[in-house]
């Protein structure tokens, strides 16, 4: 089948290279003339594990193309997928501007039948805006459909190959027949293909992630309540996740969620509530919640230390706001620098991804080339991302670089018995304080 795909960025990207790697011949626009000439190049704009091979072994098949060219993109193609930015405004609501921008385009452009697709995450009832725009415009008959994305970042090439299921909204018999033979490759194990209508599958997206978002918050509720009454909370996840109706994943207690998604969507599910008069109690109290999680890390901190942080140092490992990204957005982390800043210390970070997107951030921090070089003369380490690489560190090369052993864990990296038998002041999230320290 011939596919465009309009917008490069993650969602694009993924979208288009494993559509290209089943055979498809794709198309990829974009109006950023440099990244275009970066992709057609074989560089990628973002890290995704195993995207840059994927997308040159599609380039070099002649399967997957790049355009600054809208109408060119599109001129052969059966089904055209939307995958623009759609960011918060200061109201939470999501910002339509460029997927309605393009559907107004596409009606001047389009010759023949097209399937249109919302591969973006958008607010219930964005089907209907972007069929309206189109419209205004065409002179041929259209689809548009409904298909969100269910991608976590630094899994997105399984996630998209092996979907737990895919999503589907559309009234048009026509437009289904077509997107079932393109997904058809990616379900051949039997996860289901779920066909809706086009308002159930954008809320689909929604509930989802603010589901998901409940759960991580409701864990960390718990790992604080662990903390004042002497319990563990690596324990209680334990006893609750073998609990098939609750099952083992987003258990994780940490110092809250962040990334492209989960924030973006709680705050867009809550305004789509308030335009209909609809009070979202519990999203209310997991964004409240989420925010104050955040802080967590840098309270342990000052609880220890003192609120005065002036002529501390602290070392920093993880930038990004989950491992196996670069992805920066609403990450812990830099609720963390913000914090230490303000009180006076100074900071070194490392990340073997995100350090350069920081850096595009601005913030006045010292970067590493190395975890252990992070450590040089710091009177505390503070973990905000779970990188693999983190796991398992030599803990008496760390007690010689750090001025003094002290960790501040904001993922439980650590078992609590083997930091039992180390000489380090050792606290995390919801399990008791490991503090061997010779007075």
């Known amino acids: 089948m011939k596919v465009a795909v309009i917008g490069t960025g993650y969602v694009g990207l993924v979208t288009g290279t494993c559509f290209a790697d089943t055979g498809n011949t794709v198309t990829c626009v974009d109006i950023d003339v440099a990244k275009v000439d970066m992709l057609l190049n074989g560089k990628l704009p973002i890290y995704e594990p195993h995207l840059e091979n994927l997308v040159n072994r599609n380039i070099k098949h002649k399967r997957l193309f790049f355009t600054t060219n809208l109408e060119k993109a599109i001129e052969d193609a059966q089904l055209i997928f939307l995958a623009l930015p759609t960011p918060p405004g200061e109201d939470g609501s999501a910002d339509l501007s460029y997927v309605l921008g393009i559907a107004n385009d596409l009606g001047k452009i389009i010759k023949d039948y097209k399937v249109i697709i919302n591969k973006s995450t958008v607010p219930v009832g964005t089907s209907k805006k972007v069929a309206d725009a189109i419209h205004k415009n065409a002179l041929v008959d259209f689809d548009v459909v409904s298909n969100p994305e269910f991608l976590r970042e630094g899994f997105a090439i399984e996630d998209f190959k092996k979907p737990y299921r895919v999503v589907i909204g559309t009234s048009s018999k026509r437009a289904e027949k077509l997107m079932l033979e393109l997904y058809q490759p990616f379900v051949r194990q039997g996860n289901p293909i779920m066909i809706m209508d086009e308002k159930s599958a954008e809320l689909t997206k929604y509930a989802a992630n603010s589901f998901l978002a409940t759960k991580i918050t409701f864990m960390n509720e718990i790992a604080n309540y662990c903390e004042i009454i002497g319990a563990d909370v690596d324990k209680v996840r334990k006893g609750i996740g073998t609990d098939a109706r609750i099952g083992k994943s987003f258990l994780y207690p940490g110092i809250g969620y962040g990334g492209s998604c989960f924030p973006k969507d709680v705050q867009a599910l809550k305004k789509a509530g308030s335009d209909v008069n ?26 220890y230390f003192g609120e005065d942080l002036n002529g501390l140092k602290f070392a920093l490992w993880g930038l990004a706001f989950k491992p196996e990204t670069d992805d ?94 180390k000489n380090f002041f050792y606290q995390s999230i919801g399990r008791k304080i490991i503090n061997n320290l010779k007075n």
């Open 278 to 303: 609809y009070d979202f109690k519990i999203i209310n109290a997991v964004m409240k919640i989420n925010h104050i999680q955040k802080l967590s890390l840098v309270q342990k901190v000052k609880t």
């Open 328 to 421: 920066i957005r609403e990450a812990p982390a830099l609720n963390i620098i913000e914090d230490l800043l303000a009180a006076g210390a100074k900071v070194t970070a490392f990340d073997p991804e995100a350090m350069k997107n920081v850096k595009d951030v601005g913030y006045e921090i010292e970067y590493a080339e190395s975890s252990y070089e992070a450590l040089n003369d710091a009177d505390a380490l503070l973990i905000a991302t779970e990188w693999s690489a983190f796991r398992n560190p030599d803990f008496d090369k760390m007690q010689d670089l750090l001025k003094s052993p002290i960790i501040f864990d904001g993922r439980n990296l650590y078992d609590i018995s083997s930091m039992q038998s």
